[in-house]
């Protein structure tokens, strides 16, 4: 795995070997970013954003939108293996003053970081879990994103969530057995 683009293009990403993760293709995320930055349904720029990568895994969303100038990502990922991966692939480019790392359950901690907003928030939950609604119903609550922002997330294929009543969905795009949700909040 490895950086697409910007100022660490080309880097490679640490990642786990285990049946618990399943990291982001470069593929995949190549086209996260495309989107991102030429769609007409959303008015983001990932430079100087602040970022929000929930089920971060060892990080190579936010670690890509740093490569590409964003200000600030906080990760939540309740995996130790995966923390230390993550750890360690901020360490290798030198960019602790650009992230914020939160070793714990999204659940535990979507309270302890009401005090930033974001201008964009992706979400890798596990391709069985279907509570991450909740979690998009509590960043509704505590309205921890911008009014120009964008909500990424990515799901199996297959997958049919119900998230008419939370999020404006702009678009949707499916790789192989990924589907990439592309959305705004409601509110």
């Not at 697409?4 to 640490?14: A, D, E, P, Q, T």
């Not at 293996?81 to 003053?97: G, P």
């Amino acid at each position: 795995m490895r950086i697409i683009s910007g100022k660490f293009k080309g880097r490679n990403i640490s990642f786990l070997k285990s049946l618990t993760t399943r990291p982001l293709k470069d593929s995949v995320r190549e086209n996260i970013f495309n989107v991102i930055s030429h769609s007409n349904f959303f008015n983001v720029s990932i430079a100087k954003s602040n970022v929000l990568d929930i089920y971060s895994g060892v990080g190579s969303f936010g670690l890509e939108c740093i490569s590409r100038s964003a200000k600030k990502v906080t990760f939540i990922e309740n995996s130790d293996d995966a923390i230390k991966q993550l750890n360690k692939n901020i360490n290798v480019l030198s960019i602790h003053k650009q992230t914020k790392i939160i070793n714990n359950d999204v659940f535990n901690v979507l309270n302890e970081i009401t005090d930033e907003t974001y201008e964009i928030i992706f979400l890798d939950p596990p391709f069985d879990e279907n509570n991450f609604i909740q979690i998009l119903e509590l960043i509704c609550k505590f309205k921890i994103y911008k009014k120009n922002h964008i909500v990424v997330i990515h799901r199996e294929k297959k997958s049919k969530d119900n998230l008419s009543d939370i999020l404006d969905i702009k678009i949707t795009k499916e790789y192989g057995r990924s589907k990439i949700i592309f959305g705004k909040f409601l509110i």
